[in-house]
């Protein structure tokens, strides 16, 4: 999240408080979905929320690249740890099916 904040801070003034707010809600959803992922003893159904928020988030990020907003380093870096976040959730997902 803190990279994202970086990278969000250089948004345009117009786009900043549109599509820069989508992608911090969205943020702040999976932090508050992986919490309760932690929590659950029934983990399935979170789990699969909290996957659909990440290919949510991860099409904001694309289309703000797409829009020009950010540049393609940034996009780069940013989709790279936004990959590594997906294949945590795709571990745990293996674990909880397997149990």
């Known amino acids: ?42 983990k399935k159904v979170s789990l699969q929320d909290l996957d659909i928020e990440l290919a949510r988030l991860k099409g904001l990020v694309r289309l703000s690249k797409d829009l020009g907003l950010l540049s393609f380093k940034h996009y780069e870096q940013w989709s790279k740890q936004l990959a590594e976040i997906g294949r945590m959730i795709g571990g745990w997902l293996r674990s909880v099916n397997r149990a």
Do not use: H, W
């Open 1 to 42: 999240m803190g990279y994202a904040y970086t990278c969000l801070r250089q948004f345009p003034k117009t786009e900043k408080f549109v599509l820069g707010t989508d992608i911090r809600n969205s943020m702040l959803e999976l932090f508050a979905l992986s919490i309760r992922c932690a929590k659950r003893y029934y």
